[in-house]
């Protein structure tokens, strides 16, 4: 494999990379305060009335779309990559569609869609020859790795030894 494709394959990487950092903090920026503050107005609000289903619709929804969505990003396989959005929807839909719970709906449905993207790049590139390096140095280390097993001269001999009969009658 040439340099300059394992050039713009490690970029790749990089992007993928960078794609998956930048959606983790959106996610645990955006979903661990909000989910923390309903978690303390509950706790207040529960003193005075006990109201646990605004514990659920609000924290614990949140806190579970951050966790599909951190799912998703962890594990790379498109089968997760759409877990937030449904889960978003539910808690929308449970929340009769308010502002709150449109935003996460949103956050959801963007980052799905890039996540698509750039699972099946990231796919691709696991495929390809140099990875997760990219660095010809590397790939030369393995290739000749590979060719001293395959030609040792030690493996050989017994290899020899092996085939051959053991029956004195040749003699």
């Known amino acids: 494999m040439n340099r300059e494709k394992f050039s713009e394959n490690?970029?790749?990487?990089?992007?993928c990379e960078k794609i998956y950092?930048?959606?983790?903090?959106?996610?645990?920026?955006?979903?661990?305060?909000?989910?923390?503050g309903v978690?303390?107005?509950?706790?207040?609000?529960?003193?005075?009335?006990?109201?646990?289903?605004?514990?659920?619709?609000?924290s614990l929804l949140v806190l579970a779309i951050f966790c599909a969505g951190l799912?998703?990003?962890?594990?790379?396989?498109l089968k997760f990559t759409w877990i937030p959005v449904a889960v978003a929807f539910i808690s929308a839909f449970l929340n009769s569609f308010n502002?709150?719970?449109?935003?996460?709906f949103g956050l959801s449905l963007v980052s799905s869609v890039l996540l698509t993207f750039t699972h099946k790049k990231y796919r691709f590139l696991e495929n390809q020859e140099g990875f997760p390096y990219f660095n010809e140095h590397?790939?030369?280390?393995?290739?000749?790795?590979?060719?001293?097993?395959?030609?040792?001269?030690y493996q050989q001999n017994i290899e020899r030894y092996k085939n051959s009969s053991g029956k004195m009658d040749e003699i």
């Open 21 to 36: 950092t930048l959606l983790f903090w959106v996610y645990a920026l955006l979903c661990i305060p909000y989910a923390c």
């Open 39 to 58: 978690l303390i107005y509950a706790f207040i609000k529960g003193i005075i009335v006990t109201d646990i289903s605004y514990l659920i619709r609000g």
């Open 99 to 104: 502002d709150t719970f449109m935003i996460y």
């Open 71 to 77: 799912v998703s990003i962890y594990k790379k396989e």
């Open 138 to 153: 590397f790939e030369e280390q393995k290739n000749g790795l590979k060719n001293y097993i395959n030609n040792n001269p």
């Open 10 to 15: 490690a970029l790749s990487l990089k992007k």
